[in-house]
């Protein structure tokens, strides 16, 4: 799953505190707490609010949503209890357009080349 930066938290945290002091009043490891902040690791629900709670703030005036980019599941029951989820995860590169214009623009002289001969 690609996340983003938590922009609203960092701010807010920012206005207050230094990630290491923050961190410590919501009872994280700073290295942990820095992960989830730049959106490398996903903030759980729990985790939202004691983070709004630590920066006396409504949850809703610094949480931020990660949906991934592509998510397909299969759900499958066994004993009408059990649901297993299946995620495919793809990273592209920032530059994918452009990789994608240079190749088409190789085809398009390839193909004027052809039609004048």
Same mark, same amino acid.
């Given at each position: 799953m690609l996340l983003k930066p938590k922009e609203? +938290?960092?701010? !807010?945290?920012? %206005?207050? /505190?230094?990630?290491? =002091? &923050? %961190? =410590? +009043?919501?009872?994280? $490891?700073t290295s942990q707490y820095n992960r989830r902040e730049k959106g490398r690791i996903p903030i759980s629900d729990d985790e939202w609010l004691r983070f709004a709670?630590? +920066?006396n703030m409504n949850v809703n005036e610094i949480i931020e949503t990660d949906t991934p980019l @592509? %998510?397909?599941? #299969?759900? #499958? =029951?066994?004993? $009408? #209890?059990?649901i297993t989820n299946y995620e495919i995860k793809i990273s592209l590169p920032?530059? @994918?357009? $452009? +990789? /994608?214009? !240079?190749? &088409? $623009?190789?085809?398009?002289e390839l193909l004027r080349k052809e039609n004048k001969e």
């Open positions: 609203k +938290l960092k701010n !807010a945290r920012k %206005s207050k /505190f230094t990630q290491a =002091e &923050f %961190s =410590e +009043l919501v009872a994280m $490891d709670k630590a +920066l @592509i %998510s397909i599941t #299969h759900n #499958h =029951e066994e004993n $009408d #209890h059990t920032k530059n @994918i357009f $452009d +990789l /994608f214009n !240079a190749k &088409f $623009d190789a085809v398009i």
